[in-house]
């Protein structure tokens, strides 16, 4: 009943030339897709020419980051409006952004009103770290990132929620399917709780971390699991596409 929804995240990768063979080579490879979603977020420096390469194709385009302001003084950030003149998505909350840059729950929950009230669609990126795992406490971290992140809002129609594992961001360990499908369903039942059975039942939730072509259709046959967010096997654009093309696998 929900769309497969398979997302790309570049993370600070590509120049415009390698975008560019990128998105001809990969448009070509997914053109006879329309039974799941595709999107690829990519650096603000592309947002531009990706729109531009990828225009009247069956993929979206989506940018990395976003700040919580609409514009003023501050220096290097970049606001959902800008966004919005070249894609339709933004992730928040990444891991990578959790980590290195500070940001918060309440970073992130400013930032997801933000990207809705100028119409972004947001993928929401939640998960636990091995020491947090290690200590048996992971449902109560994932817990409160959702609770905190979607704090205030009332509908979740324009969220994507992604269950990121940090352990298993580019470390070539993947959670297996039954670990996976028992955060998504926690995730789906908590949902349920904060905004009703329609809502829980209608959000897709993605997983991430190290999927690649040889272990996304088992993943995706879990009941819970709705698609992928993809980092370093989204970079080559064969590897990617067999990826959106998991029901051939
Ligand atoms: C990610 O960047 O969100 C990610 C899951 O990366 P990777 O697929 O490389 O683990």
Redesign the pocket.
């Known amino acids: 009943m929900r769309r497969p929804f398979i997302a790309a ?1 570049w ?1 600070m990768n590509k120049t415009l030339n390698e975008a560019k063979n990128f998105a001809n080579e990969f448009k070509e490879l997914v053109k006879d897709v329309s039974d799941t979603d595709i999107l690829v977020c990519v650096p603000y420096t592309l947002l531009c020419s990706m729109k531009n390469e990828l225009k009247g194709t069956n993929i979206n385009i989506g940018a990395e980051n976003v700040f919580y302001e609409d514009s003023g003084a501050y220096t290097g950030e970049i606001s959902a409006l800008m966004i919005k003149d070249f894609a339709e998505f933004v ?1 928040v909350g ?3 952004r959790r980590k290195y840059f500070g940001e918060t729950n309440d970073i992130v929950n400013k930032k997801i009103k933000k990207a809705l009230e100028h119409d972004l669609k947001v993928v929401f ?1 939640i998960g636990e770290t091995l020491e947090k795992r290690e200590k048996g406490i992971t449902k109560e971290i994932v817990g409160k990132q959702v609770r905190e992140g979607l704090s205030g809002l009332e509908v979740i129609s324009e969220i994507t929620i ?1 269950y ?1 594992p940090v352990w ?5 360990k993947t959670a297996t399917p039954e670990q996976a499908q028992e955060m998504h369903s926690f995730i789906r039942d908590l949902l349920e709780e904060l905004f009703g059975e329609d809502a829980a039942e209608k959000t897709r939730i993605l997983y ?5 072509p040889h272990n996304v259709k088992e993943l995706m046959e879990k009941q819970d699991i709705d698609g ?7 970079l080559d654009a064969e590897s990617f596409s067999k990826i959106v093309k998991f029901k051939g696998q």
Not at 168 to 172: E, F, P, S, V, Y
Request: glycine fraction near 26%; proline fraction near 0%; aromatic fraction near 0%.
């Open positions: 995240n993370k992730i990444h891991s990578e990126c992604a990121e298993a961001i580019g470390t070539g991430g971390g190290s999927v690649k992928g967010l993809v980092g370093g096997a989204s």
